[in-house]
Nanobody, 116 residues
Framework: QVQLVESGGALVQPGGSLRLSCAAS????????MNWHRQVPGKERELVAT????????TYADSVKGRFTVSRDNAKNMVYLQMNSLKPEGRAVYYC?????????WGRGTQVTVSS
């Protein structure tokens, strides 16, 4: 029923760029705040970026400010994360998350590897 499917993860060199996508279905996408998280096995999950339901407000973790941009297209039920100037510490599984007052949905993640 409810699905969040991430795509776009890849192997990228340090300093490179990558665009992640998340396709949503099975719920009223335009009524949800959308988040991107990332996680390395054995470490705490980190909130990377947040975008309001209408796309008018965004916030970022200090670690990615100035380099990452989150956006959404409610007509397509899509949310994106543009990642520029990637660093080795950006290597992680990136997760798409939809949240409102009642529900909290998660995708299965997409692997981003930053390596020379």
């Amino acid at each position: 029923q409810v699905q969040l499917v991430e795509s776009g993860g890849a192997l990228v060199q340090p300093g490179g760029s990558l665009r992640l996508s998340c396709a949503a279905s099975g719920f009223t996408f335009s009524r949800y705040v959308m988040n991107w998280h990332r996680q390395v096995p054995g470490k705490e999950r980190e909130l990377v970026a947040t975008i309001s339901s209408a796309g008018g407000s965004t916030t970022y973790a200090d670690s990615v400010k100035g380099r990452f941009t989150v956006s959404r297209d409610n007509a397509k039920n899509m949310v994106y994360l543009q990642m520029n100037s990637l660093k080795p510490e950006g290597r992680a599984v990136y997760y798409c998350n939809a949240r409102n007052a009642y529900f909290d949905y998660w995708g299965r993640g997409t692997q981003v590897t930053v390596s020379s």
